[in-house]
């Protein structure tokens, strides 16, 4: 089974942390729409296997009419083999959530909604630039659970400006309103962002990590008292709502990117789409899929395997890392384990090594220590 991902690349505005590929220029939204179409019908052999999961992501694909996303949808149709069983995610800003477009969305097919609040807070999401407020907030998901049971929502931590107690009245809104899946994230400062230049000029200040690790704990603590399974490290959802799409990532699954600065995988190598809409634009009119690709070494697998399988609930399977990369390799990583084994950060049960709640916050770093090197 294998997943595709479209990126949208536009947005209404720039929110100060961001660094994804988008555009504030929505003319070209049909020019896009269009190539997107195209580069379906191009790399439609790029994978084999029945597709299980599509996700609209972006940018903000809920800036689309119904019509676009319908086309694209019809046309994956056309060209690829899609599971009966699909889960169809679209991303959404609360600000272009509105009845009409939840009815439409539904009809389509979409069955999984995203939708970016960010926070509850009203200063927060000033701070942040979001195009919506937090009345928006909480009347978009009052809508959205009319016509969507699956819908997850992102939120974000350790900003200057969230204090402890308005993180946890964050976090308890989403469980009053009965948000089945949370994604949420440490802010980061990401290079080029408006955010890293306000930081450098001292207007704002800078991430506060013990802030950050405080509210980490405090997540853990108020989503698993209230029936939320921490299946991935910044995943959280109620049974039966993990994210099929995000978990196929974590899994190694074979997944399409079409869109500008969408990346694909197929096991072997990586290849991801120019960020930029008129070279894209550009490349697709001629009938030239526009993208670089890297061939994965076996250590960059074995280290791709590391990173993503440790964020996880279940953690490296040390049979699998065995069948996939030899004996030698699995010992070397259970030797270089073992302090963290003796720090109480990892614990190892059966055999599937995973992080305790105390290295859950540390995950990068010690997946990065259990990297190997290459030969
Ligand atoms: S809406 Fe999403 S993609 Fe667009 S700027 Fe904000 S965070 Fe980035």
Redesign the pocket.
Known sequence: MAGIYIHIPF?KQ??NY?N?H?STQQKNIPLIVEAIISEAAIRKDYISEKVETIYFG???PSLLTDLQIENIYLALHKYFEIDQQIEITLEA?PDDITEVKLQQWKKIGINRLSI?VQSFAATDLQWMNRAHDNTMAIDSLLLATKYFENISIDLIYGTPTLTDAQWIENIEKAIALNIPHLSCYALTIEPKTALQIMIEKEQVSDVDTDQQARHFDLLLEVLESNGYEQYEISNFSKPNFRSKHNSSYWKGKSYIGLGPSAHSFNGNSRQWNVSNNALYLQSISKGIPPFEVELLTRTQQQNEYIMTSLRTKEGIDLLKLQHQFGELQTNKLLQQASKFINENLLVQTNHFLHLTNKGKFMADGIAADLFVEPS
């Open positions: 947005c720039a929110c961001c994804f988008f972006g940018g903000t800003n970016g």
